[in-house]
């Protein structure tokens, strides 16, 4: 059946897919290639590639002459217009002229251009995409989802590589199991790859749905000195990411954090060197929990936070205690040296709970709360340049783009303080812009900011904790057209609705001061690939959102235009979707 459902995608939907035959019980191994192509809207053009392996594969029948889809078999009703349009249209389409084949061949592996609009969507895999054994969980499940959504005209996948997982036994042995198949998989599929350099641990955080700690070497090192870990005031360990106030420190077998960090990205880089640039389009670098650059303040695990809690400042271990000490003795304080603020609240106080975080005389306008701010908040800073430098000589020439996710933190951002920004590390208030050196920094290293919570409105969250999401993305925005960074964005929740479609589109025109240029965000990548997403009305929605995201700013077609294009696409394509969501669940 795997052939019939490629023929029938390909005529409606979308680039050439690769069809991949899957072996079921009792069934023999009948693997093929066939390329398919849609019914031509204005404008569209189509490139014929040659084989890159040495069989020669001939060109697809069409669905109405397949002898898989016609004959004592039959033909479905319903693929009727799939068959004339593929028959009317693929004379038009075999005349391209093969200078401009090449010409778009050449823009497709240089990526997007200036003169190219629209924005392309990838989507985040599952976490547990590998299994704890390295092999590659849901194969079958697997190869359904990725065929399905490049025939939606997804651009490609985000997949995080697990330090926890690869390097999991012993310091410098690395299993790249699982991923090696994912990889190769996603390249014969066509779609292109964000590798996430994720040197946190999965569980804790929201949308967390497993468990993969830190290498267990790294854990043994921690469990002997606790000051590994980030610590709050009142003692509590967090084990999601080792301190950055050891960074240059050999307190792992030897290695400093940083150079275990270096060393596993070229690890990376030679691993997979012949899919980078092609393939693998673009490296995320893990600085903090959930992959973020950011203090671990406000933990979900065992109920220590909740939403829309302030946090707490994560600097009491005896590394980041010891660099206090010296700032504050630089600085002609020494006083200041000893502790973080004591009165700063619990996690899950408000602002006007604290006399460190509240509007009138509050602790953070004092010099010591400056004093303080700056250097908390520098610290970060410092552990993304150290980080990224590594990054960019590992990467640097070969084909492939940087990028460092930062957190969507809108809560009481309509307050003075913006107390929950300050404890993740984001010296942003209202009277300070915390995200431009940020986007400086990420400009020195030729990074992407990547930012998160774009699909969330104002008027959607709790509006007593003055929520404000949309005006926290129009200064990350601003932030990075001043520092002349790339934006790109995450959605922060899973949403299928077309409310939240509309507001990821209207973010990523980033037309947020009336602005007419034709910038756009450089990607969006959409969270998350789930059974759910494969439920009818949420595909259909999904394929819409695709198409008028690829369609980029200036288009002024309709939603209602957009879906009824894709409708066709949808029908046909069902038992492939279906496929994918039944064998996710399993």
Not at 136 to 159: C, H, Y
Not at 195 to 203: K, L, N, R, T, W
Not at 393 to 417: C, D, L, P
Request: hydrophobic share 35%.
């Amino acid at each position: 059946m795997a052939m019939n459902i490629t023929f029938q995608i390909g005529a409606l939907a979308g680039t050439p897919i690769q069809a991949e035959s899957i072996t079921s019980a009792g069934t023999g191994s009948d693997s093929s290639a066939a390329a398919a192509w849609k019914t031509p809207i204005p404008n569209i053009r189509c490139q014929i590639r040659k084989q890159e392996t040495i069989e020669q594969k001939s060109q697809p029948t069409s669905p109405c002459r397949s002898p898989i889809l016609s004959g004592c078999n039959g033909i479905r009703p319903d693929l009727s217009v799939a068959c004339r349009a593929f028959a009317t249209e693929t004379l038009e389409f075999m005349t391209l002229d093969e200078s401009k084949a090449a010409e778009e061949e050449k823009m497709y592996k240089e990526g997007k251009t200036e003169k190219e609009k629209g924005v392309p969507v990838y989507v985040m895999m599952p976490l547990d995409s590998v299994t704890m054994g390295n092999t590659l969980n849901r194969k079958k499940a697997m190869n359904a989802s990725l065929q399905a959504l490049k025939s939606a005209g997804v651009e490609g996948l985000m997949v995080d590589v697990w330090w926890g997982l690869v390097e999991r036994d012993a310091p410098g042995v690395y299993n790249w199991g699982g991923y090696t198949e994912l990889l190769e998989m996603a390249k014969r599929h066509g779609l292109k790859v964000q590798a996430v350099m994720s040197f946190h641990q999965c569980g804790g955080n929201v949308g967390d749905s497993c468990t993969i700690p830190l290498p267990k070497w790294a854990v043994e090192e921690i469990d002997k000195d606790q000051d590994l870990a980030y610590t709050d005031q009142w003692g509590r360990r967090n084990y999601e990411y080792i301190s950055l106030g050891c960074d240059t420190l050999p307190v792992l077998k030897g290695r400093t954090p940083v150079q275990c960090y270096s060393d596993f990205m070229r690890a990376f880089r030679d691993n997979f060197k012949h899919l980078l640039g092609d393939t693998i389009v673009e490296i995320q670098v893990g600085m903090g929990p959930a992959g973020e650059l950011r203090y671990p303040s406000y933990p979900e695990q065992n109920g220590t936070w909740r939403f829309p809690g302030i946090g707490a400042f994560q600097c009491y271990d005896k590394y980041m205690l010891s660099s206090l000490k010296a700032a504050a003795e630089a600085a002609g304080k020494p006083e200041w040296g000893s502790t973080g603020p004591t009165d700063a609240g619990e996690y899950n106080n408000w602002p006007e709970d604290t006399q460190f975080f509240r509007k009138e005389g509050g602790g953070w306008t004092s010099p010591y709360g400056e004093f303080f701010l700056t250097w908390y908040s520098q610290m970060l800073l410092d552990h993304g340049e150290r980080i990224l430098s590594s990054a960019k000589a590992t990467f640097e020439n070969i084909g492939v783009k940087i990028s460092v996710k930062i957190a969507g933190i809108h809560w009481h951002y309509g307050t003075r303080s913006h107390a929950p920004e300050l404890t993740a590390g984001y010296y942003n208030t209202r009277f300070r812009d915390g995200y431009l050196p940020i986007a400086r920094m990420l400009a020195r290293h030729g990074a992407i900011f990547n930012f998160t919570c774009i699909e969330m409105r104002d008027h959607e969250q709790p509006q007593d904790a003055l929520c404000a999401p949309e005006r926290l993305v129009s200064q990350g925005t601003l932030a990075t057209r001043e520092a002349d960074v790339p934006l790109a964005g995450e959605n922060a929740l899973p949403r299928f609705d077309e409310y939240a479609h509309e507001q990821i589109l209207q973010a990523s025109s980033l037309n947020i001061d009336g602005s007419s240029d034709d910038k756009e965000m450089c990607a969006f990548t959409y969270l998350r690939m789930n059974p759910h997403l494969f439920q009818p009305d949420n595909w259909r929605r999904f394929v819409a959102f695709v198409k008028k995201m690829k369609e980029g700013k200036g288009a002024d077609r309709c939603w209602e235009e957009v879906e009824r294009e894709a409708e066709h696409f949808v029908h046909v394509s069902r038992p492939l979707v279906q496929e994918a969501a039944v064998a996710l669940m399993h």
